[in-house]
């Protein structure tokens, strides 16, 4: 038979509210522990929602340097979060004399104040790294920046003297095409170029008059904010 509580525990008076002391007293320590496991599975899940959202942006377009900020900074966020967590839940050690009481009280305070100053910077930077995400997004869907540069081409079976190609680049850009043989014989060794503007939304498209090989070598090349870029790729005729 389970012991019976006396009179004094089940009444609410002086004991009843100095027994729900010691339970918060107890529970002090022990609940940033709680809070910082908490803490750590919502950072390691974060962290995976960060990775796809960096995937998906740096697909969509080239990051400017004021986009790279808020997309990296989350890293260096993230990590120092989940180390501070992890502090949290270590053990802190504390000098006190176990004969004075007041050295007790005065070390559970200590060691109190430590765990919630540590979960509470580890909360901050989970947050500033979840903001940084945000803006990252934000920016990178309204960015008027020109997307990432993309070319390709086919030549089909059905006509190996007729190179289509086409590609994504800067708005009105002027685009240089270069095409040439990768085994180049002396009927193919000549290159061809040619000149283009791209469209407002920065499409290119045409078909060239190539001379017949297995492969072929594309190169565009570009100005872009005073800069030359380039991409090349190889085409091989279709079977």
């Not at 934000?138 to 030549?155: C, D, I, N, R, T």
């Amino acid at each position: 038979m389970a012991d019976e509580k006396s009179l004094a525990d089940l009444v609410v008076g002086d004991r009843f509210w100095l027994g729900y002391a010691q339970e918060l007293v107890n529970a002090a320590v022990s609940a940033p522990d709680r809070r910082a496991e908490q803490l750590t599975n919502t950072i390691t899940w974060f962290w995976s929602i960060y990775s796809a959202t960096v995937l998906v942006v740096l697909t969509i377009r080239t990051p400017s340097l004021g986009l790279a900020i808020p997309l990296g900074l989350p890293v260096v966020l993230l990590i120092a979060a989940y180390w501070l967590a992890s502090c949290v839940r270590a053990p802190i050690l504390l000098e006190f004399d176990p004969r004075v009481p007041a050295e007790i009280e005065a070390s559970h305070h200590a060691a109190v104040a430590k765990k919630n100053s540590l979960l509470c910077w580890a909360e901050i930077f989970t947050g500033l790294s979840a903001v940084c995400v945000g803006v990252a997004i934000v920016a990178a869907l309204l960015s008027a920046g020109p997307a990432k540069p993309e070319l390709y081409g086919y030549v089909g079976p059905e006509a190996p003297g007729k190179l289509l190609f086409g590609g994504e680049f800067a708005k009105q850009a002027v685009v240089r095409v270069n095409v040439q043989p990768v085994v180049a014989t002396p009927a193919t060794a000549k290159d061809l170029a040619k000149v283009y503007r791209a469209s407002d939304t920065g499409e290119l498209r045409d078909e060239l008059d190539v001379p017949e090989s297995k492969s072929y070598r594309v190169t565009a090349a570009w100005n872009e904010d005073k800069v030359e870029k380039t991409i090349a790729i190889d085409v091989k005729r279709g079977e």
